[in-house]
Nanobody
Framework: QVQLVESGGGLVQAGGSLRLSCTASTRTFSINAMAWYRQAPGKQRELVAV???????NYADSVKGRFTISRDNGKNTVYLQMSSLKPEDTAVYYCWLRPDYWGQGTQVTVSS
């Protein structure tokens, strides 16, 4: 059973920064794509950023230039560095590991 443990969420003022971390309990971590999703109240879950096993990245248009996804395969960990945060970034952020493993979610709240 693969487990994903997230950390790093919290309350921050608009314009601030946060870094989310997600550590996976699997030996195949380094070859699998990982991603961050988010779900705001009353909205569908949406893809925020994805990183391949080789390190290629892709971002939602709404976070391009503000968020950076990265991974440390030695630590089985993926990160999401979030900068210039906006109130509309408020959501529960979920870590995802291919083929279809999910973390428990971590709350990010951005106050105006």
């Amino acid at each position: 059973q693969v487990q994903l443990v997230e950390s790093g969420g919290g309350l921050v003022q608009a314009g601030g920064s946060l870094r989310l971390s997600c550590t996976a309990s699997t030996r195949t971590f380094s070859i699998n794509a990982m991603a961050w999703y988010r779900q705001a109240p009353g909205k569908q879950r949406e893809l925020v950023a994805v990183i391949s096993g080789g390190g290629s990245t892709n971002y939602a248009d709404s976070v391009k230039g503000r968020f950076t996804i990265s991974r440390d395969n030695g630590k089985n960990t993926v990160y999401l560095q979030m900068s210039s945060l906006k109130p509309e970034d408020t959501a529960v952020y979920y870590c995802w590991l291919r083929p279809d493993y999910w973390g428990q979610g971590t709350q990010v709240t951005v106050s105006s």
